[in-house]
């Protein structure tokens, strides 16, 4: 007699409704791509109210300030040596950011950081001047790097969501496996957390309006007089604002109290 694995990932309350959604979703059908955004934000306020209730769902929030802390910690030998390719990259990345665990959230990780190599090496025409065999002309540049870390929490929470609507696609409608209905949503999703997230180049640029209180914003005073050895340290600081600006913990609202406050 076989066995099934029953799956483990979001299900019930504003997932179910998400999921019933998306059963009904189209390709063909009139407004399908603006009926799918909606359903793609279905999914990420599901996944925003769900941790609002319980931040340990998911093993997601701890996952993510673990990388992050993780993918900080690279960024100075990355400024100070380039790699061979994009793959290597991609490969150094998973190997010290990445981790070796099996859940939902760790293989999000891993997946966010190829992804963000891709989406930052298309915008940055430059990207490949870091790249090949024996070049000399030292790493990557801090707007590279500092987008990388901002891109990458987008791309980790629409690599999450991806993998929560192909398992939901695979088992209840199948007949949508063609029309990737799962990568537009993710690629829907990173769009609009990337907004949301901190980076730590414009962070820094804005250090000379900062009170000096905090670690955070004395890592920003620092980071503006010496970028290379500053900036690390500055990512680190803001891993915990930038999980939780992704993962919904952080509102708009709270951020504008907190700066009225200081």
């Known amino acids: ?5 029953r799956w483990k990932g979001p299900n019930g309350g504003q997932w179910s409704s998400a999921a019933r959604r998306l059963a009904r979703w189209r390709e063909d059908s009139r407004h399908a791509d603006q009926r799918l955004e909606e359903i793609a934000a279905d999914h990420l306020r599901a996944l925003h109210e769900t941790l ?13 300030c673990a990388a992050g ?14 790699v061979e390719s994009a793959d290597a990259l991609v490969a150094r990345l998973v190997s010290e950011v990445g ?8 293989a999000a990780v891993r997946r966010g950081l190829a992804a963000a190599v891709s ?11 870091a790249m090949g065999v024996g070049h000399a002309g030292g790493g990557f540049a801090w707007d590279i790097l500092c987008d990388l870390y901002q891109v990458f929490f987008a791309d980790m929470v629409g690599e999450f969501l991806r993998s929560v609507v192909a398992e939901h696609v695979k088992l209840a409608v199948p007949v949508l496996i063609a029309t990737d209905p799962e990568g537009r949503i993710a690629d829907w999703v990173a769009a609009k957390v990337v907004r949301l ?3 730590p ?14 670690d955070a914003a004395q890592s920003m005073a620092d980071a503006a007089q010496d970028p ?3 900036l690390p340290k500055l990512a680190e600081a803001l891993v915990p604002r930038a999980v939780g600006k992704a993962l919904g913990l952080i509102t708009e609202e709270m951020d504008r109290e907190e700066g009225a406050a200081a």
């Open 1 to 5: 007699m076989g066995t099934s694995t």
């Open 197 to 199: 997230v901190p980076n």
């Open 69 to 82: 802390e993780r993918l900080a910690g690279t960024l100075g030998s990355l400024a100070a040596e380039g």
């Open 201 to 214: 180049c414009e962070e820094s640029a804005e250090a000379s309006d900062l009170a000096p209180a905090g």
């Open 119 to 129: 989406d930052v090496r298309a915008s940055h025409p430059e990207f490949d001047d």
């Open 99 to 106: 981790g070796d665990g099996g859940t939902l959230a760790d």
């Open 228 to 230: 290379s050895a500053a």
């Open 52 to 64: 609002r209730a319980d931040r340990s769902a998911f093993g997601l929030y701890d996952t993510a």
